[in-house]
């Protein structure tokens, strides 16, 4: 049973990066250096627990948030999603099972939860206007650390938010081959 709550919490926080890469970055390493359930202390994932890892997180999160270049976006959602895979295999390697399932399941789940949440984000972020629209960014931060700090001490709640995230992708997909089957009608 605990390799599955460790699933679920490697699933959580892959998702959580997803969604912004260096909140819930900061929180498992945060919590792991303080020994809070989970340590990757005695592993290869070690760094995401030192302070140097910690400052650099911290550091790159306020120099991406003050950037506002489209390319910056873009270098933010990879960075999501290669976390994604790290954070995933670091807490397979905390229970010490394989990590690789971790690599590539936390890649594909940020990615899932990047998609999704994007555009979401960004359509708040357009409506918006000045300090308003900067602070979307802001709110994406706490969902993704209340995510991350949520599946650290309940693991099962990743299962909740990976039935969001797939709905919700699921919903995006039926409403693009409406439009797309709208105007295949008026070609006819």
């Known amino acids: 049973m605990s390799l599955v709550l460790h699933i679920c919490t490697g699933l959580g926080l892959a998702l959580a990066a997803g969604i912004r890469p260096f909140t819930p970055a900061l929180a498992a390493g945060a919590l792991a250096r303080a020994d809070a359930g989970l340590s990757v202390r005695a592993t290869h994932y070690a760094f995401l627990q030192s302070g140097w890892f ?5 550091l790159a999160m306020g120099v991406f948030f003050a950037i506002r270049a489209p390319v910056a976006r873009e270098v ?3 960075i999501g999603v290669a976390l994604g895979g790290v954070l995933f295999a670091a807490v397979l390697a905390a229970h010490h099972d394989a990590v690789w399932p971790g690599l590539i399941a936390g890649v594909l789940a940020a990615g899932l939860a990047l998609s999704v949440s994007r555009p979401v984000f960004a359509g708040a972020s357009a409506r918006l206007e000045g300090a308003a629209a900067a602070a979307v960014a802001l709110y994406a931060d706490a969902v ?3 995510l991350a700090i949520a599946s650290w001490f309940a693991g099962p709640v990743a299962l909740v938010a ?4 797939a709905a919700l992708a699921w919903r995006r997909r039926e409403r693009t081959l409406a439009r797309l089957g709208g105007g295949l009608r008026v070609l006819r």
Do not use: K, R, S
Request: hydrophobic residues 85%; aromatic residues 14%.
């Open 54 to 58: 910690l400052l650099a997180a911290a």
């Open 76 to 78: 933010v959602a990879t």
């Open 144 to 146: 993704g650390l209340v």
């Open 162 to 165: 990976l039935v969001f995230f």
